[in-house]
Antibody, heavy 113, light 107 residues
């Protein structure tokens, strides 16, 4: 069964950095588009970033220049490096395989002093 | 960027009713649209891909339609288990924008 397991969330102070991980099983992380989506408390879904099979990378304007998506084919893991975190980055972060499915279970990031 | 406008933002209907949620793109996106169901505390669950393709395992009372700029998700014979928030998402080109969501409740 295809599984995506996200981790790395936690409480971080404004201005801090955090790296999220998404371990993938049953397929190779470089064989699919892989993306990150977040959901602030009580709000809707926000697409953040995608890394294409060929390695092309795109970001939403809200995180461009602060967040970096990457993958490790050996560890079969997708990453999201988040720098200069702000209160509005507080959200559950989901990793997604392909254009729309499957999704990981999400990891909560709380930016607060 | 293409904007996705979903309506209504919420609705209340009776068990057995037919419910329709619409999603409009500010420019044409072909058939590159997905619909998700999300229940509190859980990740979104894919219902429909490519505007009208039913994800395996999803009940056939969920139907997707449309292409270009206007899309719809129809739930035939609404069930108590369908109480959730529903989102559309485009994926023709980046950004893969979501609609604002529609909260469905039972009367």
């Amino acid at each position: 069964e295809v599984q995506l397991v996200a981790s790395g969330g936690g409480v971080i102070q404004p201005g801090g950095s955090l790296r999220l991980s998404c371990v993938v099983s049953e397929f190779t992380v470089s064989d699919k588009y892989m993306s990150w989506v977040r959901q602030a408390p009580g709000k809707g879904l926000e697409w953040l970033s995608v890394i294409y099979r060929g390695g092309d990378i795109y970001y939403a304007d809200s995180v461009k220049g602060r967040f970096t998506i990457s993958r490790d084919n050996v560890k079969n893991t997708l990453y999201l490096q988040m720098n200069r975190l702000r209160g509005e980055d507080t959200a559950v972060y989901y990793c997604v395989a392909g254009h729309y499915s499957p999704w990981g279970q999400g990891t909560l990031v709380t930016v607060s002093s | 960027d293409i904007q996705m406008t979903q309506s209504p933002s919420s609705l209340s209907a009776s068990v057995g009713d037919r419910v329709t949620i619409t999603c409009r793109a500010s420019q044409g996106i072909g058939h590159y649209l997905a619909w998700y169901q999300q229940k509190p505390g859980t990740a979104p669950n894919l219902l429909i891909f490519d505007a009208s393709g039913l994800e395996p395992g999803v009940p056939s009372r969920f139907r997707g339609s449309g292409s270009g700029t206007d899309f719809a998700l129809t739930i035939d014979r609404l069930q108590p288990d369908d109480v959730a928030t529903y989102y559309c998402q485009k994926y023709d080109n980046v950004p893969w924008t979501f609609g604002q969501g529609t909260k469905v409740e039972i009367k």
